[in-house]
């Protein structure tokens, strides 16, 4: 069975400061895929990364950077410079390579940024 | 393009009567998934269609939801006999059906059982 923990339910910074949202999984299979939604308000969920289980290589995307440690199950998402219209509910998923993206989510954190 | 679409936004509904969810995926998206999310819980899949077939049902709750899909496009998600625990948001998603394809994900419905 597939499994994903998000042990922070709730982070909140200050504008300006760097935040590192963490995300541990567990799976028997040895290939797979890993996702990063963003929940914001409106309540749509927003893709923002795709990490398959061959690519263990950190990727950085503007102000999001991901860490993906496959020794340590973890693929950790950290915020550098948080800015307000980053509040929302940050979701990781995993899944099965070859389900067609059925995913497993973990329960969420929601980072609150304030000025 | 257009996103997913998905309506009601919101629907409130006495305990005991039936519901009807409906989803329009992003055009040429094969791909279709139900996801539950209930307060403070992330979300819960319910089912995945490949065109109009359902390959996988296997989070389905219980015997009163159903869902359906017709033309490869529209799908609907039926709850009969609504029941307080089954207040959630529902969301619906579409992706391509190559590898692991990102899924596109709707604002959701809201449903509200009293």
């Known amino acids: 069975a597939q499994k994903v923990t998000q042990a922070q339910t709730e982070i909140s910074v200050v504008e300006k400061e760097d935040v590192t949202l963490d995300c541990v999984y567990e799976?028997?299979?040895?290939?797979?895929?890993l996702f990063w939604y963003k929940q914001p308000p409106s309540g749509e969920l927003v893709f923002l990364i795709r990490?398959?289980?061959?690519?263990?290589q950190n990727e950085i995307s503007g102000r999001y950077s991901w860490n993906f440690q496959k020794s340590t199950s973890s693929f950790n998402f950290t915020i550098t410079a948080s800015q307000v219209v980053d509040s929302a509910v940050y979701f990781c998923?995993?899944?099965?390579?070859?389900?067609?993206?059925?995913?497993?989510f973990g329960t969420g954190t929601r980072l609150q940024v304030t000025l | 393009g257009a996103g997913v679409s998905q309506s009601p936004s919101n629907k409130v509904t006495e305990k005991g009567k039936d519901v009807e969810l409906r989803c329009d995926p992003i055009?040429?998206?094969?791909?279709l998934y139900w996801y539950r999310q209930s307060l403070g819980q992330g979300l819960e899949f319910l089912i995945y269609?490949?065109?109009?077939?359902?390959?996988?049902k296997s989070g389905l709750p219980s015997d009163r939801f159903s869902a359906e899909r017709t033309g490869g496009s529209v799908s609907t998600l039926t709850i009969q006999r609504t029941q307080q625990e089954d207040s959630a948001v529902y969301l619906c998603?579409?992706?391509?059906?190559?590898?692991?394809?990102?899924?596109?994900f709707g604002n959701g419905t809201r449903l509200t059982v009293t």
């Open positions: 998603a579409s992706s391509l059906l190559m590898g692991n394809s990102p899924l596109h």
């Open positions: 799976t028997r299979d040895t290939t797979y895929y």
């Open positions: 990490r398959n289980s061959f690519d263990e």
């Open positions: 998923a995993l899944s099965e390579i070859g389900t067609a993206s059925k995913l497993t």
């Open positions: 055009s040429g998206h094969t791909a």
């Open positions: 269609f490949q065109g109009n077939s359902a390959p996988d």
